[in-house]
DNA sequence: GCATTCAATGAAATCGATTACAGTAATGTT
DNA sequence: AACATTACTGTAATCGATTTCATTGAATGC
């Protein structure tokens, strides 16, 4: 592994001009192209662990998430990805699994390997940011919120939790469920909250006898799913507040034997594997790239010397309701 | 940001002894205990980079993946994961794209973070890995291989092939097709040949009429579905080298009203988010999640020190016939 | 009681880059 | 011609840990 004193003992000139060349500090032509073609004979590449030991600082950027199975985090991954690429930065992933223990562990890595920032779904909203916030480092919570006064980005939850309620009430069903994740997620929480005031403005039922809380797992929405069938009076539709949750329950369902129309089904976030004929299921689509895009591009101004307050910045949702 | 000095002062002892505590060497109880009470006043934890710079390795391992939207590497990944975890590392994970120079940074990126190792699932058969190579760093290869002798992790593909086709046969379909992935990836490959060979054994039609190569991904299956649909004598069953091919297929035949038995559909690779009804399709399982555990099992065993010739280790898969 | 071991400890070198500071040569000013 | 300015360039300090080597003091052997 050749080394910047390589470099500069073949070119014949001194290490810092070497670090000059490769950081576009002024150097004469003359001298630059020897360390070029130098470093070129030595296949150099300057040692990153030392120049992030140096300037206290690196190019990658932590994403922290809590499920990297979940193919709405990994559009999201996605987004921040594309655009971190293009502004020079490079992303490592870390799963959490929903642990806020684990989410700590690495939170402490991002900092102790000198990351140039972090953009976060916490686990919960116990998170705990303060060996983040300390170092002073930038930091965006992206999808939930974090319980600290911090850039964030989000989607506009209530509504999208109302729009996927009332397509189905608009649609004729008169007891609709809601399949909705653990509670102390504001995500959840609120998704849960616009089918509630939808549900209640409907009248006719009592909703909270079909509220449901689960893990936001395909495990989760199959148990929930299967809780909801087993009641003397079943519901005729169910929103299910995530993705996975969402084809948990139209498994239950279809090995039920029960499809469209039968039972009427509202999802919030889309379903990217789902081989299901579009047209048949109402979905709330979360736009998860653009989540990520937009994550990204606030932690990059934060990074560059933005030092205005912390803004929460709120996506819209797009509704695809069922045709059938 | 506490520094070992800081630590070293405030308990009376040098830099030296706060290093031999942190990394169990003998030390005295007496400065030991004193050394982790400033520690834990000063909320000290090692810069990692300092660290790593100094002992030219790190505990973190590169896993580096073509399609972090796949479910299947995320699979994978959350295989690797929860290995490294319990060994003590931690992950990074890398998104190529099927982009050789993205994948060639991101390779050269883990060597010059001094990562423990690199696990790779290669974005073609002409990846380069002459900087991992050279410098000397373990790598193992997963669910394709790099066209170098290294480590690598498998599963067998060409039987892969050949029980899906048969599956298709046996259940009475006549012109079996099959999708599968562009040329030069031996997984895809290999799959293809084994349905070959179970085709042309059955006889009764020409499949290399039925073959179609697609990009990996959902809009590659779909394009290839909708092209073997518009065929003058169509096929009556189709066999998808991938998960996400599978699904583009089955989502063509769903919106064109076609489904099972009408068409015959056998897919290789799970697929987790499908809401199907899993009697109807024959799924041969891919083991993701321990292709992934066993790769992070051999590149930790040669991170400790294992110099035995590379080895490939071969998986075997599951198959589970459409039951209808 | 003296020599020998041994464990614990600290001072200083080290990993490989960046950068403050000082020095030098060339050019411009008056 | 004397001085100021500009524009590179090199020396050495620095980032924060680990590790070699020398030292100290206590324990052991004879």
């Given at each position: 592994m050749a080394t910047i004193y390589d470099v500069a003992s073949l070119a014949r000139v001194s290490p810092a001009t070497v670090s000059r060349v490769f950081n576009g500090m002024p150097v004469s032509e003359e001298k630059a192209s020897a360390v070029r073609a130098a470093a070129a004979t030595l296949n150099f590449t300057p040692n990153r662990t030392a120049r992030s030991l140096r300037?206290?600082?690196?190019e990658v950027i932590a994403l922290v998430i809590p499920?990297?199975?979940?193919p709405f985090f990994t559009s999201l991954a996605r987004g921040v990805e594309d655009r971190a690429q293009a502004e020079g930065y490079s992303v490592v992933l870390c799963n959490t699994d929903d642990d806020t223990s684990k989410e700590a562990t690495y939170l402490e890595i991002a900092i102790s390997e000198n990351m140039a920032g972090v953009i976060l779904a916490p686990?919960?909203?116990?998170?705990?940011l303060t060996s983040v916030l300390s170092r002073g480092r930038p930091i965006v919570a992206v999808d939930?919120?974090?319980?600290?006064?911090i850039d964030g980005v989000m989607v506009d939850n209530r509504p999208a939790g109302q729009a996927a309620a009332s397509a189905l009430f608009k649609a004729g069903y008169k007891r609709v469920a809601c399949i909705t994740g653990p509670q102390g997620i504001d995500t959840a929480d609120e998704r849960t909250m616009g089918w509630r005031q939808v549900a209640i403005r409907q009248g006719?039922?009592?909703p909270e006898l079909y509220l449901r809380n689960a893990n936001h797992r395909v495990d989760g929405g199959r148990a929930a799913m299967a809780d909801l069938l087993s009641?003397?009076?079943?519901?005729?539709a169910v929103v299910a507040t995530n993705n996975l949750m969402g084809v948990g329950a139209l498994q239950v369902l279809s090995e039920a034997g029960l499809t469209a129309p039968a039972v009427g089904v509202a999802v919030i976030?889309?379903?990217?594997?789902?081989?299901?004929?579009?047209?048949?299921i109402t979905i709330v689509e979360i736009p998860a790239r653009n989540l990520g895009i937009t994550a990204a591009k606030m932690l990059i101004e934060r990074i560059n010397g933005d030092t205005q307050p912390p803004r929460t910045i709120v996506l819209r949702n797009e509704i695809s309701v069922a045709s059938a």
């Amino acid at each position: 592994m050749a080394t910047i004193y390589d470099v500069a003992s073949l070119a014949r000139v001194s290490p810092a001009t070497v670090s000059r060349v490769f950081n576009g500090m002024p150097v004469s032509e003359e001298k630059a192209s020897a360390v070029r073609a130098a470093a070129a004979t030595l296949n150099f590449t300057p040692n990153r662990t030392a120049r992030s030991l140096r300037k206290q600082n690196s190019e990658v950027i932590a994403l922290v998430i809590p499920d990297i199975e979940n193919p709405f985090f990994t559009s999201l991954a996605r987004g921040v990805e594309d655009r971190a690429q293009a502004e020079g930065y490079s992303v490592v992933l870390c799963n959490t699994d929903d642990d806020t223990s684990k989410e700590a562990t690495y939170l402490e890595i991002a900092i102790s390997e000198n990351m140039a920032g972090v953009i976060l779904a916490p686990a919960s909203d116990h998170s705990d940011l303060t060996s983040v916030l300390s170092r002073g480092r930038p930091i965006v919570a992206v999808d939930r919120s974090a319980g600290y006064d911090i850039d964030g980005v989000m989607v506009d939850n209530r509504p999208a939790g109302q729009a996927a309620a009332s397509a189905l009430f608009k649609a004729g069903y008169k007891r609709v469920a809601c399949i909705t994740g653990p509670q102390g997620i504001d995500t959840a929480d609120e998704r849960t909250m616009g089918w509630r005031q939808v549900a209640i403005r409907q009248g006719g039922y009592v909703p909270e006898l079909y509220l449901r809380n689960a893990n936001h797992r395909v495990d989760g929405g199959r148990a929930a799913m299967a809780d909801l069938l087993s009641m003397e009076v079943p519901p005729d539709a169910v929103v299910a507040t995530n993705n996975l949750m969402g084809v948990g329950a139209l498994q239950v369902l279809s090995e039920a034997g029960l499809t469209a129309p039968a039972v009427g089904v509202a999802v919030i976030g889309a379903l990217p594997f789902s081989a299901l004929d579009p047209a048949t299921i109402t979905i709330v689509e979360i736009p998860a790239r653009n989540l990520g895009i937009t994550a990204a591009k606030m932690l990059i101004e934060r990074i560059n010397g933005d030092t205005q307050p912390p803004r929460t910045i709120v996506l819209r949702n797009e509704i695809s309701v069922a045709s059938a």
